[in-house]
């Protein structure tokens, strides 16, 4: 097993290295000289030749990916254009707060999902499981944003509950998290059925039932618990599509995370924190991904590693 | 759909493929929230081909002095924020959100169809290099490539479908891969090679009919959700571009609207949606009906 971390890992490599390449190579593609259009039309000769120098413009691309990858490994992503800070630390700002949000989301999708997964494959076909079908249909159709402007009408306009956006306290994470982890719950929640009506057919339920456990016992003990291995890798795979709808629900809710900073960085043309935030967001995929990967190694003992 | 047999000198297959549809379509009319799907895709494709004939207004004409109108008062569903009719809009906005997603399907599995049976006839070094290549673009969480895309090229339908269809890519090399290795050893590819066809010929004529079924149930779950991103693209102010109306625009302008108007942000999202069901079911409904074995 350990032999499979190692080569899980070492495989990560490549791909990181080419990401980092992608995204310096999508802002090479920026009709224009990236200086000049990043200080705007009132900029002077001057501040744009000097902007040129500062990010090695200069230089031909290979020679500053290198020196970005350099930076990258001493944690230094250049400076934001726009407010002169380093990247880093407008990072640093951000992440938590991406990260608290997609947490509660993720924790939401858990606490909804699950325990209605599995009433639904109990109760096959009941009303329960058909309601729960046809919401979890409508919970994938609908785009992120709309169903937090959506939860903002409802209870923050017409029933002052929670606020329109912001961040602080409590409150201010309710409609966000409910946001953002609605889609994951009709995936999570689709997934945990399908698996646990696959186990509750498995001869060992059979014999459990024929000992004269009770049924709660049977479910939580023997089903639930084998049944949560295809669920994880939906989980992890959730993770990605998390990242993605937090930028479109920060934009929404006003939370200062890594999406609103990004979707700022676009418009302000500051491609040099467009590129570091990305990077990060993207590089920190990678690392879930490897996370899961591994922790799916440990918890499954029946997977064979070559 | 021409699936299996439509193999050379197989002259006599002709009535089995008319009984293999008809049994297809049987099973796909059996499935009612296939139906629903397919209903769903044909009104709104319909829609939007028809808008121009079916829009009561002009989509841009503004009528300031009805700006934020509720449905029912002057139009049927409201004005928006500058007074244009929101019918008309969605109805127009329907062609930017099918275009997009046509368009962006059409790179998608274009790429896909060549580095995927490149991939998986050749094998060996190339095919480690297009699947390196895959997981790296596959490595960027979901909008976060197309951001980037969009910001490079500048925002425009025409980025939107660039970026949407680049972002799409991955899964579809993945599935053509999966598709011809699973093939490419049958008896029949075996056959045509041996009579001497050339590679080119193997692809296009043998292995490409044998997984149109499954390009196509993809290629409809991915149409949901290339409306899905076309819609964020647009939301955050990155896709199609004012005035031209698209679903996704139309939610992000009455966002300043929501406690006196919010008709203007809620019937827009409510057309993505039954737009992002209607594909989603479809799509279920053709798997099904390809292959009857994955139904629970």
Redesign the interface.
Known sequence: MLNYMIRRLVMSI??IL??VL??MF??????GDPAALMLGEFATEEAVRELRTTLGLDKPLMVRYVNYLAGLVRGDLGRSVRERRPVIREVADAFPFTLKLSFWAFMVSLLVGVPSGVISAVRKYSIFDNLARLIS??G???????IG??L??IFS?RYPLFPVGGHGTWKHLVLPSITLGLPSIAIISRMVR?SV?EILGEDYVRTARAKGLAERVVIYKHALRNAMLPVLTVMGLQI??L???A??TE?VFGWPGMGRL??RS??NRD?VL?QGT?LV??LS??LV?LIVDLSYAVVDPRVTYK | MRLSSKTRGLGASESVHRTGIQQLVQRFARNQLAVVGFILVLAISLAAVFAPVLAPHDPLDQNLPLKRSLPGQHFVLGADEFGRDILSRLLFGGRSALLVGVLSFAVAASIGLVLGMVSGVAAGIVDDVIMRLNDIVLAFPYLLLALLIVTALGPSVLSTTIAVGLWGAPSFVRLVRAEVIALRNREFIEAARAVGARSSAIMVRHLLPNFAGSLITFGTLFMARAILVEAALSFLGLGVQPPTPSWGLMVSSGRDFLRVAPHISTLPGIAIMLAVLGFNLLGDGLRDALDPKLRN
């Open positions: 490549p791909v080419g990401v992608v995204v999508t802002l090479e593609v920026v009709p249909l409508l994938l159709s609908m785009p992120v944003f709309w402007l959506f903002i009408i306009l399908s009506l990605g599509q990242m993605g709808g930028v479109l934009n990004m979707v676009i418009f491609f467009l990305v967001f993207a995929f990678v991904n």
